[in-house]
């Protein structure tokens, strides 16, 4: 680790400390050291055609991700909320923030719950990244869904979500209906697009870039809002269904003086969550949807593109342990466009295996095995095969802290 990560790692500190003296203000927070080894290709963030965080020139001890998610109470209604991250890596933004909101909770006159969010925050499309800060319950690294889905994609704006409370009156479960007007997410589309899905727990941040050259993905180019909409129902915490359709409502011919293009981007997901025990865990989701980019008026040379991704997980806890298998599908088809011969088809799949083992209140250990194999035409210009089967392994000890309630 370098000196910019130890500077990194003192400012979350000092983050910290400055929580503590407020008691309206609270924080949790993970410091996670990993110990790397992989034979996969060069990763697509140090631009190259690997799918996988870390490549085979990464082996040893890296900091995996050092956090603070920051609540502090305004008023007894609205709050603030904040993350900030560092990665450790070659980000230009040694630490950044991930997001930023103020959140409205009106007082319940009756079994309707009102929520506002305003700012910049994750869709709320996970089953999996439950915990503080948009991070995995499950394994160290997300779903191919939930790694794109954090890399390309913030709201910033603002969303509305009514929960009508069913349970406590002897219904099955609670439904809730959100939706959410946005800006400044028009490039969203381009990663799906240059590399197709990868498994990454490396995603973007509000100010920084990611990969090499590096992408940013929080512009707002054409003027047009976008939206999503979404249904979930949860029933005693035991089993939820999400469900979600996102639109940018992009100008697939709109870009900027500085090299920004909008892609227009949609797509439907969905997922469940069942919990039969307090031990088990299931969880699937799905994506399917396109991008696009270029006027009509670019005929052929208008790029088109469908996608889809979907997985399944198991998970078994015990005591202090906790193991989780996933099976990850994905795929992406070029219909038209600038890209080729041969086109930026991909298909893959992979299988992670994880284990946590909980060393007290504040310490973690946990344990990761992944394996992708993907066929991308494309990397014939790498000069190596389109086809590639990459490994990852990782250990991972996790320092947890909270102060100020």
């Not at 450790?88 to 930023?100: A, I, K, T």
């Given at each position: 680790m370098g000196r910019r990560t130890c500077l990194a790692l003192s400012l979350l500190c000092v983050a910290a400390a400055g929580a503590r003296a407020d008691e309206r203000v609270s924080a949790v927070g993970v410091i996670d050291l990993r110990l790397v080894h992989s034979d996969g290709a060069t990763s697509y963030l140090e631009g190259g055609p690997g799918l996988l965080r870390f490549d085979s020139s990464d082996d040893g001890l890296h900091l995996g991700r050092a956090f603070v998610a920051l609540k502090a109470r305004v008023t007894d209604i609205a709050s603030v909320h904040a993350v900030i991250d560092t990665y450790g890596d070659h980000d230009r933004n040694p630490v950044d923030l991930s997001e930023l909101w103020l959140e409205l909770r009106p007082y319940p006159v009756s079994a309707l719950r009102w929520r506002a969010r305003i700012g910049a925050f994750y869709m709320p499309v996970s089953l999996e990244n439950r915990g503080p800060g948009w991070s995995s319950v499950y394994a160290l690294t997300p779903s191919?869904?939930?790694?794109?889905?954090?890399?390309?994609?913030?709201?910033i704006g603002a969303e509305v979500e009514a929960r009508w409370l069913g349970a406590p009156s002897g219904y099955l479960g609670d439904l809730a209906l959100v939706a959410a007007a946005y800006g400044w997410n028009d490039p969203a589309g381009v990663l799906i697009a240059d590399r197709g899905f990868a498994l990454s727990d490396r995603p973007s941040t509000l100010f920084g870039g990611l990969g090499r050259?590096?992408?940013?993905f929080y512009h707002e180019i054409d003027r047009r809002p976008g939206y999503y909409a979404g249904l979930?129902?949860?029933a005693y915490d035991r089993l939820?269904?999400?469900?979600?359709?996102?639109?940018?409502?992009?100008?697939?011919?709109?870009?900027?003086?500085?090299?920004?293009?909008?892609?227009?981007t949609r797509f439907s997901t969905a997922g469940v969550r069942f919990e039969p025990t307090a031990r088990w865990t299931f969880i699937t989701q799905y994506v399917d949807g396109s991008t696009w980019i270029g006027p009509d008026s670019a005929g052929d040379f208008q790029f088109r593109m469908t996608y889809h991704s979907a997985f399944a997980l198991t998970s078994f806890e015990r005591g202090p342990?906790?193991?989780?298998?996933?099976?990850?599908?994905?795929?992406?088809?070029q219909s038209q466009g600038f890209y080729?011969?041969?086109?930026?088809?991909?298909s893959g799949h992979a299988w992670t295996l994880a284990w946590t083992h909980e060393l007290g209140d504040d310490w973690q250990l946990a344990a990761e095995w992944l394996r992708v194999t993907s066929n991308f035409p494309p990397r014939l210009e790498y000069g190596g095969p389109p086809g590639l089967v990459e490994s990852q392994y990782q250990i991972a000890i996790r320092y947890r802290f909270r102060f100020g309630f």
């Amino acid at each position: 680790m370098g000196r910019r990560t130890c500077l990194a790692l003192s400012l979350l500190c000092v983050a910290a400390a400055g929580a503590r003296a407020d008691e309206r203000v609270s924080a949790v927070g993970v410091i996670d050291l990993r110990l790397v080894h992989s034979d996969g290709a060069t990763s697509y963030l140090e631009g190259g055609p690997g799918l996988l965080r870390f490549d085979s020139s990464d082996d040893g001890l890296h900091l995996g991700r050092a956090f603070v998610a920051l609540k502090a109470r305004v008023t007894d209604i609205a709050s603030v909320h904040a993350v900030i991250d560092t990665y450790g890596d070659h980000d230009r933004n040694p630490v950044d923030l991930s997001e930023l909101w103020l959140e409205l909770r009106p007082y319940p006159v009756s079994a309707l719950r009102w929520r506002a969010r305003i700012g910049a925050f994750y869709m709320p499309v996970s089953l999996e990244n439950r915990g503080p800060g948009w991070s995995s319950v499950y394994a160290l690294t997300p779903s191919a869904i939930n790694t794109w889905f954090g890399e390309e994609f913030r709201t910033i704006g603002a969303e509305v979500e009514a929960r009508w409370l069913g349970a406590p009156s002897g219904y099955l479960g609670d439904l809730a209906l959100v939706a959410a007007a946005y800006g400044w997410n028009d490039p969203a589309g381009v990663l799906i697009a240059d590399r197709g899905f990868a498994l990454s727990d490396r995603p973007s941040t509000l100010f920084g870039g990611l990969g090499r050259p590096p992408m940013t993905f929080y512009h707002e180019i054409d003027r047009r809002p976008g939206y999503y909409a979404g249904l979930s129902w949860r029933a005693y915490d035991r089993l939820e269904l999400r469900a979600l359709r996102y639109d940018n409502r992009a100008d697939p011919g709109a870009s900027t003086l500085s090299g920004n293009y909008a892609w227009l981007t949609r797509f439907s997901t969905a997922g469940v969550r069942f919990e039969p025990t307090a031990r088990w865990t299931f969880i699937t989701q799905y994506v399917d949807g396109s991008t696009w980019i270029g006027p009509d008026s670019a005929g052929d040379f208008q790029f088109r593109m469908t996608y889809h991704s979907a997985f399944a997980l198991t998970s078994f806890e015990r005591g202090p342990d906790r193991l989780t298998a996933r099976y990850d599908g994905f795929g992406t088809h070029q219909s038209q466009g600038f890209y080729g011969p041969p086109p930026a088809d991909q298909s893959g799949h992979a299988w992670t295996l994880a284990w946590t083992h909980e060393l007290g209140d504040d310490w973690q250990l946990a344990a990761e095995w992944l394996r992708v194999t993907s066929n991308f035409p494309p990397r014939l210009e790498y000069g190596g095969p389109p086809g590639l089967v990459e490994s990852q392994y990782q250990i991972a000890i996790r320092y947890r802290f909270r102060f100020g309630f």
